[in-house]
């Protein structure tokens, strides 16, 4: 199986303009986290989805939108991008998030590298 | 605040032992996370600790003492391809994963 797919593997964003992190997985967890990470800071959770149909806010959630219209689908909208959101984006997903669950293993994406000039 | 500490970065020789220490103070623990991550990869997971005492896997053990918010992640045999960083994260009272900054870790012929 693929796992968990994210697109474009790295893009160079203009301030201003907004963009949209794509993140697929197939392995029918109901949790997903998109995480950013920066030089000599812990990943940092952005927003989070523990099944389809709802999403949450992480430590750092301003500035990105997500939705969960699915199970396998959890894109992130940066609306106006801007220089500090130069990063490096994770998409994960465990089996589940929140609420009872004392092992949620998270599943990684391959990541997307975001350059706002 | 919830804090996670580890050491920025470790150098060690090929063959040798190597132990990586990380304490916590979260709002509440629910288990504690070791992931490697190879420079510009993606974490994968290598254990869970949720009750004290030391989880052997291999090369790779993982001890916690939940008294002392401590925990440690012990490399054996260190390999060339043990060159990464590994990342420590604390369960919180909420099931979100809080996250260490890493340590990165040098093996040296």
């Known amino acids: 199986t693929a796992g968990i797919t994210q697109a474009p593997t790295s893009q160079i964003l203009a301030a201003g303009r907004s963009m949209t992190l794509r993140c697929t997985q197939d392995?029918?967890?109901?949790?997903m986290y998109w995480y950013r990470q920066d030089l000599g800071l812990g990943l940092r959770l952005i927003h989070y989805?523990?099944?389809?149909?709802?999403?949450g806010k992480g430590e750092v959630p301003d500035g990105y939108s997500v939705s969960r219209a699915n199970t396998d689908d959890f894109p992130l909208t940066l609306a106006s991008a801007v220089p500090s959101q130069t990063s490096v984006y994770f998409c994960a997903s465990s089996d589940e998030g929140g609420g009872g669950s004392s092992y949620n293993e998270q599943f990684f994406g391959p990541g997307t590298r975001l350059t706002v000039l | 605040g919830q804090n996670i500490d580890q050491p920025t970065e470790m150098t060690a020789t090929e063959g040798a032992i190597v132990q990586i220490n990380c304490t916590y103070q979260t709002s509440g623990f629910n288990g504690l996370f070791w992931y490697q991550q190879h420079a510009g990869e993606a974490p994968t997971f290598l254990s869970y600790?949720?009750l004290d005492g030391l989880e052997e896997k291999g090369r790779f053990s993982s001890f916690l003492s939940r008294s002392k918010g401590y925990s440690y992640l012990l490399l054996k045999e260190l390999q060339m391809k043990d060159s990464a960083s590994y990342l420590c994260a604390v369960l919180d009272s909420n099931y979100q994963l809080i996250w260490g900054a890493g340590t990165k870790l040098i093996i040296k012929p």
């Open positions: 989805s523990n099944t389809a149909g709802t999403t």
């Open positions: 392995m029918r967890h109901n949790a």
């Open positions: 600790n949720v």
